[in-house]
DNA sequence: TTTTCTGCAAACGGTTTGCATCGCT
DNA sequence: AGCGATGCAAACCGTTTGCAGAAAA
């Protein structure tokens, strides 16, 4: 469950010294919904959703716009099986790994890092600096599992 | 250290009972070749290095063949953090991870499976059935630490 | 001869960019 | 007025596809 609000996005923009326009509002809402709802989602899918109460806002924006949230480190990309890209807002602190689920495209995030200390032995038996690892775990969420 | 040999491929596509034609040897042939030096590769960088040789082949037979290669189970594709999409020669068994030099593109793999429990333990927790998971460790390799 | 495979070139889909315009401040 | 942000449309880039012809079997 994300705690993100628009509020702490809109003073994101303006801290950056980035205005808060109407169409970046509009999109934030939207993004602040999905976040509530544990929601992925792509680019595009921002736009078609936007789409319906803003429909002059161009496809650009919204890729623009991602872009931006995601270097202020309120969205994280994550690569599925089939190589699509998709966000979804961060929820945890600084270290998480994700738990999707392949029919609903829930996330849920896993909050405590898994087995730190066998990175580290990685690291030190192969000799490696490691700068950063990822982690992926697909399945079905208890939901999906329920209904089929 | 890879270990796939250009008999391998070749057998494994009469075995599917596809022909081992002069463009496919080619390309099996440099992927060989860079299996054995764990080097990463694109689609298209295959095509670029199989042209030197065999300037006749087209793009499209190059990225046939990845994607035949990949699904013989030679090939893993692995997705960088900038969003890339490139290939590597699987040596170990069935299971592994990744530990990805971002200088030299060298991939070492990691055979045996970190923490295994762990993932169980995320499964149990959260309800999910688990399906999969995917490990990607990002890092700078002993060569390139010495030649900074 | 029959079937598979190939090269070519055009299509494709998601993403980015150039640019004139718009609208905060 | 000034500068950032926007919408539009065209460009872009890696990848896929349709198809007539070439190569294996």
Avoid: K, N
Avoid at 51 to 68: C, D, K, L, N
Avoid at 107 to 118: D, H, K, Q, R
Wanted: glycine share 6%; net charge negative.
């Amino acid at each position: 469950m994300s705690t993100l609000t628009l509020d702490q996005v809109i003073g994101a923009f303006e801290a950056a010294g980035m205005r808060a326009t109407r169409p970046r509002r509009a999109m934030a809402a939207q993004i602040v919904t999905w976040g509530a709802a544990d929601q992925e989602f792509s680019s595009e899918d921002l736009w078609h959703a936007v789409q319906e109460q803003a429909p002059w806002v161009g496809r650009a924006t919204a890729y623009r716009t991602v872009q931006i949230l995601q270097d202020f480190g309120f969205l994280d990309r994550v690569t599925f099986a089939d190589g699509t890209e998709r966000y979804h807002v961060i929820s945890a602190g600084e270290h998480h790994h994700h738990l999707t689920c392949e029919t609903c495209h829930r996330v849920v995030e896993v909050e405590a890092c898994i087995a730190p200390e066998a990175f580290a032995a990685v690291a030190q038996a192969s000799g490696f600096a490691i700068s950063g690892h990822r982690v992926e775990i697909f399945g079905r969420c208890p939901t999906c599992q329920a209904a089929s």
